[in-house]
């Protein structure tokens, strides 16, 4: 149940956001967000301002519809508007429209996390299926975007498969993001690293070297990675995500848009409901009877 109004704000927005932009990446952390604000403002200002917008659009409509205070200060209501503010910011042309396009976007984001929240359980958990929602919406009706090409580099192609996490191609943006999940979580970010190496080999083994050097092999990845390391799971469980987030790219490579963070969601999801499932069939796992 909630109020529709102001009240119970978050004692330090600043911290909310910039956890908003470090829950992006499943982690909670305000260097580690002010890292990836970093990233974004040096790399790609342009798109600063729909980050930002996005991600106060999030929290604002969160707090006028009441959601819980902890999850707002915890950022879990701005990091899909800080995603679809980038991406509107990326991919349509400037006008009088845009700003209040991705505060709508930003604010629906909040709604869309909030009932995914309460109706997902454990099983179907929200990460960034609201982003994708609203994101292929938009890619609908903007114009494809010119190929990019980008000269073979390892090391570039590892940084930019953690920047496009934030549909950044800069390497720097790569390195800003590492820095500010090493600070949060040295653990999970090296596992981050592991994910966006493994995507870009997986890539060029498939013959998709300009994909591998872009680092859009990677970032599914690198978030699958995320995903299961965090809590410091067991080093097969985080590779089994990898794999599986890999598999499922050429899938949504398909699609007449980009599948954005899809392979990334559907992967956990399946991880999820893969242990559910093996729980269920152990034994040891039942409930025992009352006596």
Same mark, same amino acid.
């Given at each position: ?34 890292c ?7 790399t ?14 999030g ?5 006028? +519809?009441?959601?819980? +205070?902890?999850? +707002?200060q ?15 910011s ?59 090409y ?16 934030f549909?950044l191609?800069?390497?720097?943006a ?26 870009? #080999? ?15 092999? #990677? ?39 980009? #599948? ?23 034994? +040891?796992n ?6």
């Amino acid at each position: 149940m909630y109020t529709k109004n102001f009240v119970n704000p978050c004692p330090d927005w600043a911290t909310a956001l910039l956890n908003g932009f470090s829950q992006v990446l499943l982690l909670r952390n305000p260097l580690c967000g002010l890292c990836c604000l970093l990233a974004i403002l040096l790399t790609a200002p342009a798109l600063v301002g729909g980050a930002l917008l996005g991600a106060l659009a999030g929290l604002l409509t969160a707090q006028r +519809r009441g959601y819980d +205070r902890a999850d +707002r200060q915890a950022g879990l209501y701005c990091y899909n508007g800080v995603l679809i503010g980038i991406l509107i910011s990326a991919v349509l042309p400037w006008s009088a429209i845009l700003p209040p396009l991705i505060i709508a976007a930003g604010g629906l984001s909040s709604m869309l996390t909030h009932q995914w929240r309460k109706r997902g359980g454990k099983l179907l958990v929200a990460y960034t299926a609201p982003f994708v929602l609203l994101g292929w919406a938009v890619l609908v009706v903007a114009e494809p975007a010119a190929a990019v090409y980008v000269e073979a580099d390892p090391l570039y192609a590892l940084l930019r498969g953690v920047g496009q996490i934030f549909v950044l191609d800069k390497p720097m943006a790569g390195l800003l993001i590492v820095i500010g999940m090493y600070f949060a979580n040295p653990y999970a970010a090296t596992w981050a690293v592991i994910g966006s190496m493994i995507g870009g #080999g997986v890539a060029l083994l498939a013959g998709e070297g300009q994909a591998a050097w872009m680092g859009l092999y #990677g970032f599914n990845a690198a978030l699958a990675a995320l995903a299961f390391s965090r809590q410091g799971e067991r080093p097969w469980v985080t590779l089994l995500a990898i794999a599986i987030a890999l598999l499922l790219q050429p899938l949504f490579n398909q699609m007449p848009v980009a #599948g954005l963070t899809a392979p990334f969601v559907v992967a956990c999801w399946l991880m999820h409901l893969g242990t559910h499932s093996a729980q269920l069939g152990n034994p +040891r796992n039942a409930p025992h009877s009352s006596k």
